[in-house]
């Protein structure tokens, strides 16, 4: 019995709309679309890439095997893109990386420090830190000190726990 490797019109569209990630991100990055956010510019490139899939299979109608297989193929997609965007986006290791290759010279870890936080002391970049788990509802400031949401802010961490014990990762 031959195989036959070369796919379906509905799969082969499912394909195109996984390639349309990227280049709805990047077309995203750049004036006249430009969403200035990261997390927003990458849920709406993910959210322009399922609409473009969902009208391909409208207009394909394809079984319901096929229709399984595309979605499967781009939530696959999605979810590697997004990894590789918060590596490029949020990466603190990149970012550390990055302000040594910006720098004509090698640097003494204060100089480092102040080329990783573009000249802002250190306590500014962790109470910027703080503001995204304020932000996300994972800390609150409660009698005049930071202190963990107990809905939330627990939740996360115990599963954060769980997660990193289960693979192995310092807690």
Known sequence: ???DFVPTLAIALSLVACALLPVYLLALSHKPLAVA???RRFVLAASLACLSWLVAMIIVVP???ELITGGLLLA????????LWTL???????SMLLAL?????????DE????YTRGKPLDMFARDRLGV???LGLAEIHEGEVAMTQGRGRLVARISVALRTLFGLPT
């Open 88 to 94: 490029i986006a949020w990466g603190f290791t990149l």
């Open 1 to 3: 019995m031959p195989i």
């Open 112 to 115: 480092w420090a102040l080329a």
């Open 63 to 65: 079984d319901w095997i």
């Open 76 to 83: 696959t997609a999605t979810l590697a893109g997004f990894t």
């Open 133 to 135: 788990l304020f932000r």
């Open 37 to 39: 956010a990261p997390g």
């Open 101 to 109: 290759a910006h720098a004509a010279h090698a640097l003494t870890p």
